[in-house]
């Protein structure tokens, strides 16, 4: 079993910034993928921004140039270093990993979501 723990959202005016961090814990022998999706209300879950196994990276292109993803892979862990954040920004972010079990098979983990709001 596999918990991701969320943390660093919260309220910031636009043109701020905010950084994102997930912590993978639990029976882990490796991970491949890590990634951030976002939601609001009524919509789909979408990628915003994820990183493999080798640290190749992936970005929504609403989020280009503004966002970046970072990897600690002796820790476990994620970042989303989010700039220039406008109200279209806001939404639940959540941290999302593919773990590699210890039989080799992967699964896939999330989180409980981290709310972002960017409000004046």
């Known amino acids: 079993q596999v918990h991701l723990a969320e943390s660093g959202g919260g309220l910031v005016p636009p043109g701020g910034s905010l950084r994102l961090a997930c912590a993978a814990s639990?029976?882990?022998?490796?991970?491949?993928?890590m990634a951030w999706y976002r939601q609001t209300p009524g919509s789909q879950r979408d990628m915003v921004a994820r990183?493999?196994?080798?640290?190749?990276?992936d970005y929504a292109d609403s989020v280009k140039g503004r966002f970046t993803i970072s990897k600690d892979s002796a820790k476990n862990t994620v970042t989303l270093q989010m700039n220039s954040l406008t109200p279209e920004d806001t939404a639940l972010y959540y941290c999302?990993?593919?773990?590699?079990?210890?039989?080799?098979?992967?699964?896939?983990?999330w989180g409980q979501g981290t709310r972002v709001t960017v409000s004046s």
């Open positions: 999302y990993a593919e773990v590699r079990e210890y039989n080799g098979s992967r699964r896939d983990y």
């Open positions: 639990g029976t882990i022998f490796g991970i491949y993928d």
């Open positions: 990183v493999d196994e080798v640290g190749r990276t």
